[in-house]
């Protein structure tokens, strides 16, 4: 045990490096604090690195990797169209895994090098909670050292949950971090989960040539999102070669001849059974508080193994804060981060509050989806008034000309304020469309307003344009079925 009447004082204490960390932290700077943020991670080397899951073996690297199988895909399946011949085009599968790890090395430094940049304290180790609100951290070498803070966030995110009947062994079943680190492609790729992992390293890998199977265990395909969305994106997928079994119950897995054999009883109850080189298990994510909190320490979880907080991320024992994905609300990078921002000025004194109604929501399938505000079933059940108004790609000369028209643009708004209550999207450059709508929504913005905004032509964002104005069914570049108000 460390002595800690001698612990060096900090303002404000960071626990865990993730977005919803080191975000924090570098706003504490900011803010004149004297600030710490302590992080145990290390990279596959062994050393020490910041960044967290999103920097490491999440948001990036998936990215990095769902970009180069989006463009070998392109090159060898979608280019003739264009009167491009490619013949002959080859992936390097070893390469594409070294630029996802320099793209990954060149940010992770980067956040050491803001850490510099703005007075943060970097402080390598794992970190325990003990009461007032002291903070013991054990180093790589085992020693202990405890610091003490008038403020502690606590962001120490979250990792894969498991499931016995197919247990992770890192060489034929693997979670999302071994499903970036294959060294070739599957042949038969068997996911479990067809979730927003399961279709983004899913899709990363069919691009590539692996025959992909996702064995889910809901009825209805992604049951969170506006149906319309999910019912287009299941056809789409589907079209593009993912095979999407709904309905399944994995009973068990076993690694025979350099294989997997997956048990499972299909929609229908029939027992089954799959042969895959490898199996990816991706069904969920929970909240990480492994040895963290000292039963003293004042800081409660709730019933979903999360720690409890309030709307403004503070927990049950005073100065004391939560953010990221160990507390409530979905597992984003940006709900984090923008957590982190909120509790720091807080901290400070300032009145920061967070939307949670406004986070936008993105899967980086091609074509992409992407949502924000409420979908039509969850207005429905309320029982408010809506309006719909929606438009294809495929009546977008900008898409057209792309060849990328798979998809439309959904815009729902109350029917008596005509307020923009959510956009669902599906279709190319979603995430960055579904923007503009978050950002119409955070002004309060009406379908009406929406669509008296001038948009540039020939663009996307035009199809967001007319699916605001079909809203009051007056979209100029398609049939407008209903009475025109
Ligand atoms: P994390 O990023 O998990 O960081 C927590 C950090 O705390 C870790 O570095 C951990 O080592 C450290 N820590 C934990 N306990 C301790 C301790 N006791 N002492 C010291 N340090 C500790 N989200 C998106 O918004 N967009 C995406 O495209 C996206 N893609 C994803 C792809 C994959 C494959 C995965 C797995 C996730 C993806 N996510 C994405 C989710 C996103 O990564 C998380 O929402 C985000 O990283 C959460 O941030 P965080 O800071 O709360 O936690
Ligand atoms: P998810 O919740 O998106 O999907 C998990 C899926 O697995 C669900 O459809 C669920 O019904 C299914 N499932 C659960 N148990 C099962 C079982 N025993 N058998 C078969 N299916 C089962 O979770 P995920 O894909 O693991 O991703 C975790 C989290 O990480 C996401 O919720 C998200 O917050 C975050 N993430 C975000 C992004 C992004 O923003 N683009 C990308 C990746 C991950």
């Not at 409530?328 to 940006?334: I, K, N, W």
């Amino acid at each position: 045990m460390s002595d800690n009447t001698t612990a060096e004082q900090f303002d404000v204490i960071v626990i865990g490096s993730g977005p919803a960390g080191y975000v924090a932290a570098i706003r504490c700077a900011q803010l004149d604090m004297k600030v710490a943020c302590i992080e145990k991670m290390k990279d596959r080397d062994g050393k020490n690195t910041l960044g967290g899951t999103c920097l490491n073996v999440g948001c990036i690297p998936s990215k990095s990797l769902l970009d180069s199988s989006y463009k070998y895909h392109e090159a060898a399946e979608q280019l003739s169209i264009h009167g491009i011949e490619t013949k002959g085009v080859k992936i390097d599968v070893k390469k594409m895994i070294e630029r996802k790890d320099g793209i990954v090395k060149q940010l992770t430094s980067g956040i050491g090098q803001l850490f510099k940049a703005n007075g943060v304290t970097h402080i390598e180790g794992t970190a325990k909670l003990l009461a007032q609100k002291v903070v013991e951290v054990t180093n790589n070498d085992g020693a202990v050292t405890s610091y003490q803070a008038e403020n502690v966030i606590i962001a120490t995110g979250s990792t894969s949950i498991d499931i016995p009947v197919a247990q992770i062994d890192n060489k034929y079943i693997v979670d999302s971090t071994g499903a970036l680190e294959f060294s070739t492609v599957p042949k038969r790729l068997g996911i479990i989960g067809a979730g927003v992992i399961g279709l983004e390293l899913g899709s990363v890998w069919s691009r590539l040539g692996s025959e992909v199977v996702l064995l889910e265990a809901q009825d209805r395909f992604l049951a969170m999102m506006d149906q319309q969305i999910s019912k287009d994106a299941l056809k789409i997928f589907n079209k593009q070669g993912l095979d999407i079994r709904l309905g399944c119950r994995v009973t068990g897995s076993e690694v025979k001849n350099k294989k997997v054999e997956v048990q499972f009883q299909d929609g229908d109850g029939n027992e089954q059974s799959e042969t895959f080189d490898k199996l990816i298990v991706c069904v969920g994510r929970k909240a990480y508080t492994e040895n963290l909190l000292a039963p003293d320490c004042g800081v409660n979880i709730d019933e979903r193994g999360c720690i409890y907080v309030n709307d403004l991320c503070m927990t049950d024992a005073p100065g004391i804060y939560a953010v990221g994905d160990v507390v409530r609300g979905p597992m984003l990078a940006h709900k984090g981060s923008e957590e982190g921002v909120m509790v720091a000025e807080r901290i400070a004194g300032q009145q920061t509050v967070l939307n949670y109604d406004i986070i936008p929501n993105v899967i980086y399938t091609h074509p992409e989806i992407a949502s924000v505000g409420q979908t039509e079933e969850q207005i429905k059940a309320d029982g408010e008034p809506y309006n719909v108004g929606m438009f294809p790609f495929v009546a977008s000369g900008r898409a057209l000309a792309a060849n990328d028209t798979d998809g439309l643009v959904k815009i729902i708004a109350h029917g008596e304020t005509d307020r923009i209550l959510g956009c669902h999207i599906i279709g190319p450059s979603a995430a960055d469309l579904v923007q503009q709508v978050a950002i119409a929504m955070e002004f309060g913005s009406s379908a009406e307003d929406l669509g008296m905004i001038v948009f540039g032509h020939p663009t996307l964002s035009e199809a967001v344009h007319e699916a605001a104005l079909s809203v009051h069914n007056h979209a100029i570049h398609k049939a407008n079925r209903r009475k025109r108000k």
